[in-house]
């Protein structure tokens, strides 16, 4: 894999992980409620789930390109409508966070390394999203360094990120600071959503 399309990975990761959803919600609640080291449990459980679909959406897509390259020209293009219409979706968000950032209950280590490892493998949006966004990737990643990358990348930026978020709202007074910020999240996310969707229309 080029350094080039390693660091679109990586753009298109950072940008995923740091869209406003489901999974900020539940980083948010268990910090909050059982603190700084309960929020980084759960968001390492979570980049875990993560790593999990990278590598099962790699493996299948590289399979499907060796025995059937028009079926993977067709996942290709699927997907890239797919992220097209996530591009949509994000532009046309009020980025909304009220609902989702209220404080959560206390909670343990277990629960919240249960509740972020759940909220990442049981949502199939990820899955969706991978297949979206692996098509233009599987091509690249001729070597297991390359396959390392693809599947090491989503997780690593993914528990970064949700670390950061945990660390920094352990301090309650930032809580109104990320919600303004969160429509400014979304519509960035949609540009670049919609950008990656016509490079993956654009090299088939």
């Excluded at 490892?117 to 990820?126: E, G, M, Q, T, V």
């Excluded at 091509?139 to 990358?149: E, T, Y």
């Excluded at 930026?157 to 910020?181: C, F, N, Q």
Aim: net charge positive; hydrophobic share 55%; aromatic share 8%.
């Amino acid at each position: 894999m080029s350094f080039t399309a390693w660091l679109s990975l990586v753009a298109i990761c950072c940008l995923g992980a740091m869209s406003p959803g489901p999974s900020l919600a539940m980083v948010v609640r268990h910090t909050l409620g059982g603190g700084r080291g309960k929020g980084i449990i759960c968001a390492w459980a979570h980049s875990i789930g993560i790593g999990v679909y990278a590598l099962v959406t790699l493996l299948g897509l590289a399979v499907v390109l060796k025995k059937a390259p028009m079926v993977f020209n067709g996942i290709a293009i699927t997907g890239a409508l797919y992220l097209a219409w996530m591009g949509v979706q994000a532009l046309r968000s009020k980025g909304g966070m009220s609902d989702k950032l209220a404080a959560g209950k206390s909670t343990d280590s277990f629960t919240a390394a249960r509740d972020g490892l759940a909220i990442s493998l049981f949502n199939p949006k990820i899955l969706l999203f991978f297949l979206a966004l692996f098509s233009q990737f599987v091509m690249a990643a001729d070597s297991l360094w390359g396959k390392s990358l693809i599947v090491f990348t989503p997780l690593i930026i993914d528990g970064l990120w949700y670390t950061i978020i945990a660390m920094v709202i352990s301090h309650k007074s930032v809580l109104p600071k990320l919600r303004e910020k969160a429509a400014l999240i979304d519509k960035l996310s949609g540009v670049v959503l919609i950008l990656l969707a016509v490079r993956v229309l654009v090299t088939i």
